[in-house]
């Protein structure tokens, strides 16, 4: 017979462990009875996905634009990209059959393909791609647990790797319809190359598609569309084939629902405040529309509808005619966005004007009083609720405690800074920079992948997101209390159309001026500039087939580039690059003495988002000028095509036609070709739109 003792201890322990075995009981009843999405997806789901295809398969998924001769990549064979490209479209990426392993049972004859813009390209180094998968692509009937198509994104540019999760559930919380996530550690096997090894944590998002539709509005019917143009919704004219492209349809929808759109838009840009105001609540709901852009604001979401113009979706919704605004692409909020500025500027970004210039939605929402009003309480209700401190820090630990595990064992994520982002208290805290401390491998850790560094998303400091959401909040409720107004974003991600502030062309301008300037006027003649341009198309072009790419701008950009930053200087200046070799030494350009701003001064001449002392990738460069020059679009940039990008460039760029470029010209026009990337410009003519790339 047990003594007394002895069973109460014993019922103690049963006490204790009781909730854990429960626990454990319902995580493996559950894994058991996934059949539906709301199985799937979840904040805190984290599920194990085991990719299977053959490694030649793999290698062909690469975009054609890209595919392009060199070493392989670091930790896997198979053909490398270069340092950057054109931006590239999703129906650019090639999809290939494979096999999906998920809780035993395996989903044969998917289709698999790479995703993302920046994320694709801050990976191209490693296998851990940003990926989509589609059930339907080969077999119509296929279907995971009731979907058709998953994205799998890899965090590349989030150190967190918790910010798309955490701002998806911001919007979710706040009553606005959004993708769901969860997240899961992938395993890849490439038949030959690499068997079942652990690829790193990605963060799952649920597909905008028909199917989700059907789930949040009740009907696969209307009009998604994925505009992809500068902020605010442009009228392109009165024929729908113009909006084709700048409006991305994702559904065919009717003749009347590309009509609605025109008549938006149209309404939009063209009517006077009076019918505006009349007619405005045809068309959107508009506490709903203010509610998606305080939402916005209020996770510091810039490389978005806010600022950039793209990365949401707007849907026309049949039972109502009227159109709704659909989150995408959150993993830069949270102040992660650097071509939006500093992470203090975005973390005091202001709730009367989170937007740019130019915006013409919400300039004219905003016009109006009662809706300045509207948009004021969407604030005070997003921290009483959505975005309450308490609620959004204790997300942010149960995530972290979930997924600390895999992101250990992912060698493409730097633990230290995701444990620094949990708990550093000033948002500059971002620990050293241009390395990464890596996790440890795990048992089923093949090959690194891409190399010391890590991603180049990585390795550019971003805000510790536990510091950055306290201080969000506090310069929110400090904004509602009239105690500061907050920072309004200028510019479109790489400073203002035409200016010499924050931009690409500080970087390069000084270097392209230094080489060009063979009289040491401190100006570019057309013969100087056009000089330099067939001087670097003889040296560049190293291929025995002739013609130029990105890999081979790339290449020849890297050292003027890297050469401006190689020693400190003082704040604003950029370093000059080393004469070319076996050249003479040249004089120094003369530094511009330092004036007093006048209210007709150009903008000051500054360094660009990277700061003093750290360039932009090399890519932002390259990507620009390759993609303006290759004027037949073949992916070869012959001669003819270079010397003629050269001398229009130079007719475009010499604003004040006296046939000379100085710095301020020569970096004006660099900002307008290289920076903003595809869909950040506007397009020619319309207000608000940067110019148009020569």
């Known amino acids: 017979m047990k003594s007394p003792r002895f069973c109460s201890a014993l019922v103690a322990v049963a006490a204790l462990i009781g909730p854990m075995i429960a626990s454990c009981a319902r995580a493996a009843d559950r894994a058991a009875a996934v059949d539906g999405p709301d199985d799937i997806f979840g904040l805190t789901n984290l599920w194990s996905f085991h990719l299977i295809l053959e490694a030649q398969a793999w290698d062909a998924m690469e975009p054609k634009d890209f595919r392009m001769a060199g070493p392989p990549p670091r930790g896997a064979a198979g053909p490398p990209g270069p340092d950057g490209g054109r931006p590239v479209h999703e129906n650019q990426f090639p999809f290939a059959r494979a096999a999906l392993e998920f809780q035993g049972q395996t989903f044969d004859n998917i289709g698999l393909r790479f995703k993302g813009n920046s994320s694709f390209r801050a990976a191209r180094d490693s296998l851990k791609r940003s990926l989509k998968l589609d059930f339907t692509h080969f077999e119509k009937k296929l279907r995971f647990h009731g979907l058709t198509r998953l994205n799998l994104n890899n965090n590349a540019m989030d150190p967190s790797q918790m910010r798309e999760a955490l701002a998806y559930e911001v919007f979710r919380q706040a009553g606005v319809p959004a993708p769901r996530t969860a997240f899961v550690r992938v ?137 709704t605004f659909l989150p995408w692409d959150l993993n830069e909020a949270f102040g992660g966005f650097i071509g939006a500025g500093p992470p203090a500027e975005q973390m005091n ?81 971002t620990g050293p920079r241009g390395g990464m401390s890596r996790g440890q491998p795990g048992p089923e850790d093949g090959p690194l992948g891409p190399g010391p560094g890590g991603f180049p998303g990585l390795r ?175 992916g070869s940039i012959s001669g003819d095509e270079w010397r003629a990008a050269a001398a229009k460039w130079f007719g475009t760029w010499d604003r004040d036609k006296n046939e000379v470029l100085d710095l301020r010209e020569l970096g004006a026009g660099l900002n307008d070709l290289i920076g903003p990337p595809r869909g950040r410009g506007g397009p020619r003519g319309l207000p608000g739109g940067g110019a148009p790339p020569p």
């Not at 006077?272 to 203010?290: G, M, N, Q, V, Y």
């Not at 560049?540 to 401006?564: F, M, N, S, Y």
């Open 187 to 323: 395993y890849l096997t490439l038949a030959g190359r690499c068997d079942h090894q652990y690829v790193g944590l990605y963060t799952l998002v649920e597909q905008v598609d028909e199917q989700f539709l059907k789930d949040r509005f009740g009907t696969k019917k209307g009009l998604l569309l994925k505009p992809d143009l500068p902020p605010g919704l442009a009228f392109l004219g009165e024929d729908w084939d113009a909006y084709q492209e700048r409006y991305d349809p994702k559904t065919t929808g009717t003749p009347a629902d590309r009509e609605r759109l025109i008549a938006f838009t149209r309404l939009l840009n063209q009517a006077d405040d009076t019918e505006f105001r009349a007619r405005l609540e045809k068309f959107i709901d508009p506490t709903a529309c203010l509610r998606f852009f305080a939402v916005q604001a209020a996770v510091a979401n810039l490389d978005g509808p806010l600022f950039i113009g793209h990365n949401f979706y707007l849907y026309l919704n049949p039972g109502d005619n009227r159109f």
């Open 349 to 429: 970004l202001s709730i009367t004007q989170p937007y740019s210039n130019g915006n013409r939605l919400l300039e004219r929402l905003l016009a109006d009083s009662s809706l300045r009003a509207v948009f004021r309480q969407q604030f005070a209700s997003l921290l009483e609720n959505a975005f309450n401190r308490e609620r959004v820090l204790s997300n942010l630990t149960v995530i972290a405690a979930i997924v600390r595990p895999a992101v250990s064992q992912d060698r493409h994520a730097d633990f230290a800074q995701f444990e620094r982002s949990l708990t550093a208290t000033n948002i500059m805290d």
């Open 460 to 634: 550019t400091p971003k805000a510790p997101l536990h510091a950055f959401i306290v201080g969000r909040v506090a310069s929110i409720r400090s904004q509602l209390d009239g105690a500061t107004e907050g920072h309004v974003p200028r510019g479109r991600g790489f400073g203002p159309p035409g200016g010499f502030a924050a931009g690409p062309g500080v970087q390069l301008a000084p270097a392209i001026l230094r080489l060009a300037d063979t009289d040491h006027d401190q100006r570019a003649s057309a013969l100087e500039f056009q000089t330099l341009f067939e001087r670097w198309f003889r040296e560049w072009d190293t291929d025995p087939k002739g013609g130029l790419d990105e890999r081979k701008i790339v290449a020849g950009l890297r050292p003027l580039v890297e050469a401006q930053f190689r020693e400190p200087g003082p704040p604003g200046v950029p370093r000059e690059p080393p004469p070319p070799p076996g050249s003479a030494p040249a004089e120094p350009l003369e530094r511009p003495a330092r004036e007093a701003p006048s209210a007709t001064a150009p903008p000051a001449f500054r360094p660009g988002p990277g700061g003093p002392g750290r360039p932009l990738p090399v890519f932002i460069f390259a990507r620009q000028i390759a993609q303006a020059a290759d004027a037949d679009r073949d």
